[in-house]
C-alpha cells in the first residue's frame, strides 16, 4: 500500500507564473490537508478536503490560492501569480473516513519545495 | 495565535541525557498526535493518545496524555544523535492543527 505521492518534489516557479502541486492520498483515504512550512517552523494549516468538497479553508490565502480534491485523481494545490514569499515547503496528509469523525490519523507525503524566482 | 503552543523551541544536548517536551492549549482535544520530522522530509506520525492520563511507550519515548485532554509531555530516556529532528505534536477539533515544533539537537 503506497504511502501519500507529492509531485513534484521540487518546484521552481518564475514570479508571476502558476504553480500546482499534486497529491495522491493513501488507499482508502476520502480526507486531504494541506500544510505550508517554512524552514525549521512547524506546519501551518491551508486547507481540509474531502472527495469533492472543501471542508476547511481558513488557513488559505483569500487570493491566488485554491485547492480542489475532484471525484477521480489526486488534490491539487494551485497558486496563481505565485510572488517570493510563496516559496515554502508545501505538505499534503491523508486520513481515512472517521470513526466518530475524531480519531483518525493522519499520513503525510514528502512534500513539494516550491521555490520562486 | 497559536493553538498548541510547544516548549522549548530549541534543544541541544548531549548524548545519553534525558529530555522532555511539551505540548499544551487551553482547548480539549479528542486526540492527539506526536510526529517527528527530518530536513527534507515530511513528518512521520510516532503516537496517537486517545484517552485522559494515557501513557504510551515506545522504545526510549514516552508520551503522555494530560487528564483534561488538554496538554501532552514526550519524555526521551538516554537520547541519541539518531533522535535529532523537529517534534511536532498536532491536535484534533474539527481539523487537524500543528504546534510550532521542538527542535531538537542531540550531539555526540
Known amino acids: 500500500n503506497a504511502g501519500v505521492m507529492q509531485n513534484p518534489r521540487h518546484l521552481v516557479r518564475r514570479r508571476g507564473q502558476e504553480a500546482r502541486l499534486r497529491c495522491s492520498p493513501m488507499?482508502?483515504?476520502?480526507?486531504v490537508y494541506w500544510y505550508r512550512q517554512l524552514p525549521e517552523e512547524g506546519l501551518k494549516f491551508m486547507v481540509y478536503?474531502?472527495?469533492?468538497?472543501?471542508?476547511?479553508e481558513s488557513g488559505m490565502p483569500k487570493e491566488r490560492f485554491s485547492a480542489e480534491f475532484p471525484k477521480e485523481g489526486p488534490s491539487i494545490l494551485r497558486i496563481q501569480q505565485v510572488v517570493r514569499g510563496d516559496s515554502a515547503a508545501y505538505f499534503c496528509?491523508?486520513?481515512?473516513?472517521?470513526?466518530?469523525?475524531?480519531?483518525?490519523?493522519?499520513?503525510f507525503g514528502q512534500g513539494t519545495r516550491l521555490t520562486v524566482v | 495565535t497559536q493553538l498548541l503552543e510547544q516548549s522549548p523551541q530549541f534543544l541541544s544536548i548531549q548524548e545519553g541525557e534525558n529530555l522532555t517536551v511539551y505540548c499544551n492549549s487551553s482547548?480539549?482535544?479528542?486526540?492527539l498526535q506526536w510526529y517527528r520530522q527530518e530536513p527534507g522530509e515530511g513528518p512521520v506520525l510516532l503516537v496517537t493518545?486517545?484517552?485522559?492520563?494515557e501513557v504510551k511507550k515506545l522504545k526510549r519515548l514516552t508520551f503522555q496524555f494530560g487528564d483534561a485532554r488538554k496538554d501532552s509531555s514526550l519524555h526521551i530516556t538516554a537520547a541519541q544523535p539518531g533522535d535529532t529532528g523537529l517534534y511536532l505534536c498536532?491536535?484534533?477539533?474539527?481539523?487537524?492543527?500543528f504546534g510550532a515544533g521542538t527542535i531538537l539537537r542531540v550531539k555526540s
Open positions: 496528509a491523508s486520513s481515512p473516513p472517521g470513526r466518530g469523525g475524531m480519531n483518525t490519523e493522519a499520513f
Open positions: 488507499k482508502g483515504h476520502s480526507h
Open positions: 478536503l474531502q472527495k469533492e468538497n472543501i471542508i476547511d
Open positions: 482547548s480539549v482535544f479528542s486526540s
Open positions: 493518545v486517545v484517552t485522559g492520563g
Open positions: 498536532a491536535g484534533r477539533i474539527n481539523k487537524l492543527v
